[in-house]
């Protein structure tokens, strides 16, 4: 699987950016999916995940503010985050596995390439 990130860019402080994740494959359905981010210093940590089946999780500090869904048809698993904090600044890596367990913690995964998300203050 071959992922390709994109939509980053610089926001204001409680603002939206909607990050999209584009996979080449046929087998794209049956890969729970994931978005990780790195900050500057800081060890790359997990965001969300959205299984095959639909199912989500999402790491504490999204606290309600992002969002992750798919979209089987096009290849594409999307982050749409609002009320972005300065703190949520970041490459943002979307990822692939074929179970969620391996995924949350790094094991295995497929990666793409990264988009950086600047949420100036």
């Known amino acids: 699987v071959q992922l390709q990130a994109y939509g980053g860019g610089l926001v204001q402080a409680g603002g939206s950016l909607r990050l999209s994740c584009a996979a080449s494959?046929?087998?794209?359905?049956?890969?729970?999916m994931g978005w990780f981010r790195q900050a500057p210093g800081k060890e790359r940590e997990f965001v969300a995940a959205i299984e095959w089946n639909g199912n989500r999780a999402y790491e504490d500090f999204v606290e309600g503010r992002f969002t992750i869904s798919r979209d089987n048809a096009k290849n594409t698993v999307y982050l749409q985050m609002n009320s972005l904090k300065p703190e949520d600044t970041a490459v943002y890596y979307c990822a692939a596995n074929p179970l969620l367990s391996e995924l949350r913690v790094g094991a295995g995964n497929y990666w793409g390439q990264g988009t950086q998300v600047t949420v100036s203050s």
């Open positions: 494959g046929d087998a794209f359905s049956i890969y729970d």
